[in-house]
């Protein structure tokens, strides 16, 4: 018989015992053991888990949610936006951002609360009562990704909410920071190297890569950490009156912070602690780009406001762009999916504010003339806003004898057709077409991606496979490769399962838009938006491809170089094959409703409390859908506000408003008579 309360017992101390190295590690900044010795108590925590499943706790540090690959990542509106913030970058700017501030406050005395700039991604964490139940990228600030599954793999982030000093709220969000520490990023590395995978430039970008994941499995397998840095909020309110004391009361429920934090008297103190930071920065556990200073007091935050995007409460104080010198190698041209040739700078690798830099793109040939680089010259490489290296200056007067001139090739690097620039351009491109294994890759790649057709997998695994085995001549053949199963299954790892999903993926992707199919094409200057215009104005395929030059300029966002490249795609035969060949295969759109017609264009709709039939992404899809926009605050302007379960003050501040207030099961009612169903 087994002791259910020993056992208990020991899962207990063994999550107790975790959370005091994590706690060690990541808040404290001073581990308290080896990295190995963590592994073995979480490896005998798992042992002793999966010889108990029905007593695994509920904060255990092993929880893996769901455990199956997601397809895709879900769109969540944010309900409170995630802004970004204004930069300085210099004395002079502080103290204006600190004039600006003081002004709009007179008479008041104004603390600054000063913390570290971590350089990873923002997120969003929802938690209710005490439970974690999502996490969003910030996006575009205004709607991100649901990464849940992925959030939930993190060590350092508490899954549940527990405060020996006093209660749990109802509903907490928290905003905070997702980055891989300098040390596990120097492991993962060598890991990925030992693998034989891709070894990734610097912490922010694997640990963007590891979020970005959908398997939750790898991104468990990323030394990830979160770190708290504000509440967006909380329900019932908190009591809290000042920043410094928000990030402790977070501390209370096991959030890790920054392992720096500041409170400043006066502006000049702040400026003193940006140099010492500066000189820390190198002895830190994290990347940092600098500091960002908050007015200290809730309230006065709130007197000050916010301007467009950014709060005039805060700024960030960034680092300056760190420089160093090194030698240019070679040059080589890469060719782009339109053709066009970029000169990228071989460089002999240098350190440049922690990162090993050794590629830089030149942009074109005129730039390479303006810098005038040769081959073997010593030149000066900055990372502009810290994260894309560039030349800066080249050293000209030591420039070795044997230094050579650059020149625009005359002949395209990967399929050798003739290469043209043509008059008053600046970029110089392979005439190939998708002849160019260059432009069919990108081709394919872009057809693929997540804007446009969505076929995942396909793109950055198995496009140069496919190509390699002749299954690809263009991107219409991808539809066709369901009867390759075979010629798949000889790809290096590539299972009966990837070739089964692949297959499903691009089945899937047939049922899309018009306006991501536009996309989809490539055909240049039609990005996004441009495609999701064309779709609206000209509503079918066929209508697009009969439009004359006058027709497409009365496209919004459509100038006159974009509706002759327009012309010019639809005009050349190959492409028109193309595009009736992936048309055969059964691609197809329901017809774009035209936002002018959309029944409820422009109007501000509010979504509280707990809905119990839809979740708030179907909600808020279906009032997208219709040409609303879903907020996340009552206002005068708003339209109307859908009340679930326990709605709370929003309902309240709608009913003081005279806002009109529906149901869930009238909304739904509603809903279906404009044929939006879940
Ligand atoms: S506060 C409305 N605090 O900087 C203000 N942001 O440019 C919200 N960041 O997207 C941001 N460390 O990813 C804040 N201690 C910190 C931060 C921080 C890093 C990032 C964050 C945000 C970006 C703003």
């Given at each position: 018989?087994?002791?259910?309360?020993?056992?208990?017992?020991?899962?207990?101390?063994?999550?107790?015992?975790?959370?005091?190295?994590?706690?060690?590690?990541?808040?404290?900044?001073?581990?308290?053991?080896?990295?190995?010795?963590?592994?073995?108590?979480?490896?005998?925590?798992?042992?002793l888990e999966a010889e108990h499943p029905d007593m695994v706790q509920a904060d255990t540090p092993t929880l893996?949610?769901?455990?199956?690959?997601?397809?895709?990542?879900?769109?969540?509106?944010?309900?409170?936006?995630?802004?970004?913030?204004?930069?300085?970058?210099?004395?002079?700017?502080l103290f204006a951002f600190a004039r600006r501030v003081e002004e709009r406050l007179p008479n008041q005395q104004v603390q600054y609360d000063v913390e570290l700039k971590l350089d990873g991604l923002a997120i969003s964490l929802w938690y209710e009562q005490g439970v974690l139940v999502r996490g969003v990228t910030r996006g575009d600030g205004e709607m991100g990704e649901d990464i849940t599954q992925n959030v939930k793999t993190i060590r350092n982030l508490p899954k549940i909410l527990s405060n020996p000093n006093g209660q749990v709220p109802a509903l907490l969000e928290v905003r905070g920071e997702v980055l891989i520490p300098k040390s596990g990023f120097e492991r993962l590395n060598a890991e990925q190297e030992a693998k034989g995978d891709k070894i990734f430039a610097n912490p922010r970008n694997a640990a963007a890569g590891s979020l970005r994941q959908l398997d939750p499995e790898i991104a468990a397998s990323r030394p990830l950490a979160f770190y708290a840095?504000?509440?967006?909020?909380?329900?019932?309110?908190?009591?809290?009156?000042?920043?410094?004391?928000?990030?402790?009361?977070?501390?209370?429920?096991?959030?890790?912070?920054?392992?720096?934090?500041?409170?400043?008297?006066?502006?000049?103190?702040?400026?003193?602690?940006y140099e010492q930071i500066q000189q820390e920065r190198p002895d830190l556990a994290v990347e940092i780009d600098g500091m960002v200073i908050k007015v200290d007091d809730l309230k006065q935050q709130q007197q000050?406001?916010?301007?467009?995007?950014?709060?005039?409460?805060?700024?960030?104080?960034?680092?300056?762009?760190?420089?160093?010198?090194?030698?240019?190698?070679?040059?080589?041209?890469?060719?782009?999916?339109?053709g066009i040739l970029t000169p990228v700078a071989r460089l002999k690798p240098v350190l440049v504010g922690g990162v090993t830099v050794s590629n830089v793109t030149l942009h074109n040939i005129g730039e390479i003339h303006r810098l005038d680089i040769h081959i073997k010259d010593q030149v000066s490489v900055y990372?502009?806003?810290?994260?894309?290296?560039?030349?800066?200056?080249?050293?000209?007067?030591?420039?070795?004898?044997?230094?050579?001139?650059?020149?625009?090739?005359?002949?395209?690097?990967?399929?050798?057709?003739?290469?043209?620039?043509?008059?008053?351009?600046?970029?110089?491109?392979?005439?190939?077409?998708?002849?160019?294994?260059?432009?069919?890759?990108?081709?394919?790649?872009?057809?693929?991606?997540?804007?446009?057709?969505?076929?995942?997998?396909?793109?950055?695994?198995?496009?140069?496979?496919?190509?390699?085995?002749?299954?690809?001549?263009?991107?219409?053949?991808?539809?066709?490769?369901?009867?390759?199963?075979?010629?798949?299954?000889?790809?290096e790892k590539m299972g009966e399962k990837s070739v089964q999903n692949l297959i499903d993926a691009?089945?899937?992707?047939?049922?899309?838009?018009?306006?991501?199919?536009?996309?989809?094409?490539?055909?240049?200057?039609?990005?996004?938006?441009?495609?999701?215009?064309?779709?609206?104005?000209?509503?079918?395929?066929?209508?697009?491809r009969q439009a004359n030059i006058d027709e497409l300029k009365k496209t919004p966002d459509v100038g006159d170089i974009t509706a002759e490249w327009i012309i010019d795609?639809?005009?050349?035969?190959?492409?028109?094959?193309?595009?009736?060949?992936?048309?055969?295969?059964?691609?197809?759109?329901?017809?774009?409703?035209?936002?002018?017609?959309?029944?409820?264009n422009g109007e501000s709709w509010v979504l509280t409390g707990t809905l119990a039939q839809l979740n708030r992404d179907q909600a808020t899809q279906m009032l997208q859908a219709l040409g609303a926009r879903v907020s996340g605050s009552v206002s005068s302007k708003t339209k109307c506000v859908v009340a679930g379960e326990?709605?709370?003050?929003?309902?309240?501040?709608?009913?003081?408003?005279?806002?009109?207030v529906i149901s869930e099961a009238e909304f739904i009612e509603l809903m279906a008579g404009y044929g939006q169903t879940s």
């Open positions: 018989m087994v002791d259910t309360a020993v056992v208990v017992a020991q899962m207990r101390q063994l999550i107790q015992l975790l959370a005091q190295h994590n706690h060690a590690y990541y808040v404290m900044d001073q581990p308290s053991i080896s990295d190995a010795e963590y592994d073995q108590l979480f490896h005998q925590l798992k042992a893996r949610v769901g455990g199956t690959p997601l397809s895709k990542f879900e769109t969540v509106t944010h309900a409170v936006p995630m802004l970004s913030l204004g930069n300085v970058f210099n004395q002079e700017d840095y504000g509440i967006a909020q909380c329900v019932p309110t908190h009591e809290l009156n000042s920043m410094h004391q928000s990030l402790q009361w977070l501390t209370q429920f096991g959030f890790a912070i920054a392992p720096r934090q500041f409170l400043c008297e006066s502006i000049q103190d702040v400026q003193q602690k000050l406001g916010f301007l467009s995007r950014e709060p005039r409460w805060a700024t960030a104080y960034k680092f300056p762009a760190e420089i160093a010198l090194t030698t240019i190698e070679n040059i080589d041209w890469q060719v782009g999916r339109t990372r502009s806003g810290d994260v894309i290296p560039k030349v800066e200056r080249v050293w000209a007067a030591v420039r070795p004898d044997d230094a050579i001139r650059v020149f625009l090739p005359t002949h395209c690097p990967v399929c050798d057709s003739p290469v043209v620039m043509p008059e008053g351009e600046a970029l110089a491109r392979c005439s190939g077409g998708l002849y160019c294994a260059a432009q069919r890759i990108e081709a394919i790649r872009h057809f693929v991606s997540r804007k446009a057709m969505d076929i995942e997998g396909l793109g950055d695994r198995w496009a140069e496979s496919l190509l390699h085995l002749n299954l690809l001549n263009d991107i219409s053949d991808i539809y066709q490769l369901y009867a390759h199963r075979e010629k798949l299954l000889g790809i691009i089945d899937g992707s047939k049922k899309t838009t018009l306006a991501r199919f536009i996309y989809a094409l490539g055909i240049r200057g039609v990005g996004e938006t441009t495609a999701r215009m064309l779709a609206t104005t000209f509503q079918t395929l066929d209508a697009l795609f639809f005009q050349a035969k190959h492409n028109v094959e193309v595009v009736d060949r992936l048309i055969a295969t059964g691609i197809h759109w329901d017809a774009p409703t035209a936002p002018s017609r959309q029944p409820l326990k709605a709370g003050s929003k309902l309240e501040k709608a009913e003081k408003l005279g806002v009109s």
